[in-house]
């Protein structure tokens, strides 16, 4: 399929939207400022939320260390899909306040294992903050912290997330046309 520009994709959050929002998410977070605050962005989905919200994170006056884990699901087997790094961090977590950053949170076993992860290594406290909340698709129990959009249950691409390696660059979040009447 050629792709030009997004232009299969239909609009569901705009980049204004998403800019407006990251600032409120940012707000909140300094809020409860933290000291020594580490920052860990789930790779890939979240890359372009997470260089977003740092950056409002400075401006909203906080210091962050950001790091990067990649994580990656996999089986659908009755016991669920299974989340395993593919690249850790390198900082030790150890008595800090973590605030994991990713693009959706779907079943929640990403944002779960991750979380477990980081309490496992001694962190103190760990948030959630999530562009997109896919709740109506949750599995067990699991509430981010900072939430962007209720997100309906369609497959979503751009601002960093993708659909077959494709779309990551668009600045907007969006559904691939064809998709929504599909649902
Ligand atoms: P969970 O582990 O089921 O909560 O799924 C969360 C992960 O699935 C996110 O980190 C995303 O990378 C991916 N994901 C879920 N829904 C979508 C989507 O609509 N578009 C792109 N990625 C998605
Ligand atoms: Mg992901």
């Known amino acids: 399929m050629e792709v030009v520009r997004g232009k299969n994709i239909d609009v569901l959050f705009s980049d204004t939207e998403i800019q407006e929002k990251i600032d409120l998410i940012a707000a909140a977070i300094a809020k409860n400022p933290k000291n020594d605050l580490l920052v860990v962005a789930i790779l890939k989905g979240s890359f372009i939320f997470a260089a977003d919200l740092v950056r409002a994170l400075y401006r909203a006056g906080l210091a962050p260390e950001v790091e990067f884990i990649t994580l990656s699901s996999y ?9 395993k790094i593919i690249k ?96």
């Open 75 to 83: 089986g659908t087997g009755t016991e669920g899909k299974q989340v």
């Open 88 to 183: 850790d961090i390198d900082s030790d977590v150890t008595g800090r306040d973590v605030l994991i950053i990713d693009d959706i949170l779907e079943s929640g076993n990403t944002l779960r294992f991750a979380r477990d992860l980081m309490f496992e290594r001694g962190a103190k406290d760990v948030g959630l903050a999530v562009l997109l909340d896919k709740e109506s698709k949750r599995k067990g129990e699991l509430t981010a912290d900072y939430v962007g959009f209720i997100c309906p249950d369609y497959f979503v691409v751009g601002y960093g997330m993708d659909v077959a390696y494709a779309f990551r660059e668009l600045p907007y979040v969006g559904i691939v046309k064809g998709d929504a009447e599909d649902q």
